[in-house]
């Protein structure tokens, strides 16, 4: 079955740019997850959504990162102001949210690469 | 600090040797606890999980323990193959009550013939 999808797979841009990163679920499941992880580091959480509402944003680094899941599915990460610092490998991952909080797996996109020149 | 203390990498061995890769925790409570494995040139995927205290998790050889008392759940596998080699993440939540699980730095297990 389709797993998690993301787009673009790449992406670079120059600094100060405007980006946006979409992640598509797993069809059904009620939680998504978006995180960030720079080479030779473990993934490191930006924001968690129950349904539409962002649940745990508490990993954003600054105001230029916003996340938005309109419809309860798909997903979109937006950065402003693009700075190069910001260039990593965004994950995207989903899980089904039915069972107790915090027992769920998470089943991860391939990522998309962030370039910030 | 940091909420996840995973042992350093790279971890090289020869194949059918005994693997143990150390993770420890400063969640309190109960939360889930999880490994998570990227295979070179794939995404991140659940390779076990645990979810109450004293579980073992088991999956493709590889075990692990729920240890509350130690705050551990370390990696082990008693025979390692070449098709193992991979990056693996520790996956406890961070502290202070969240239940997002929070990847420790990722231990590179490269495993030789």
């Known amino acids: 079955g389709a797993g998690v999808s993301q787009t673009p797979s790449n992406k670079v841009t120059e600094k100060g740019k405007y980006v946006e990163l979409r992640c598509d679920p797993i069809s059904g499941h009620t939680a998504l997850y978006w995180y960030r992880q720079s080479l030779g580091q473990g993934p490191e959480f930006l924001i968690y959504?129950?349904?539409?509402?962002?649940?745990?944003d508490s990993g954003l680094p600054n105001d230029r990162f916003f996340a938005v899941r309109p419809e309860g599915s798909v997903s979109t990460l937006k950065i402003q102001r693009t700075e190069r610092g910001d260039s990593a490998v965004y994950l995207c991952?989903?899980?089904?949210?039915?069972?107790?909080?915090?027992?769920?797996?998470?089943?991860f996109g391939p990522g998309t690469r962030l370039t910030v020149l | 600090g940091d909420s996840v203390t995973q042992m350093e990498g790279p971890v090289t061995l020869s194949e059918e040797a005994f693997l143990t890769i150390n993770c420890t925790y400063t969640a309190t409570g109960y939360p889930s606890l999880f490994w998570y494995v990227q295979y070179p040139g794939e995404g991140l995927q659940l390779l076990l999980k645990a979810t109450k205290a004293d579980d073992k998790g088991s999956n493709k050889g590889f075990e692990a323990t729920y240890r509350k008392e130690t705050t551990s759940f370390h990696l082990e596998k008693g025979s390692v193959q070449v098709s193992d080699s991979a990056v693996y993440f520790c996956?406890?939540?961070?502290?202070?009550?969240?239940?997002?699980?929070?990847f420790g730095r990722g231990t590179s297990l490269i495993v030789h013939p």
């Open positions: 996956a406890p939540p961070a502290s202070g009550g969240s239940y997002i699980p929070t």
């Open positions: 959504f129950q349904g539409t509402g962002a649940a745990d």
């Open positions: 991952a989903s899980s089904p949210g039915q069972g107790t909080f915090g027992t769920d797996t998470q089943y």
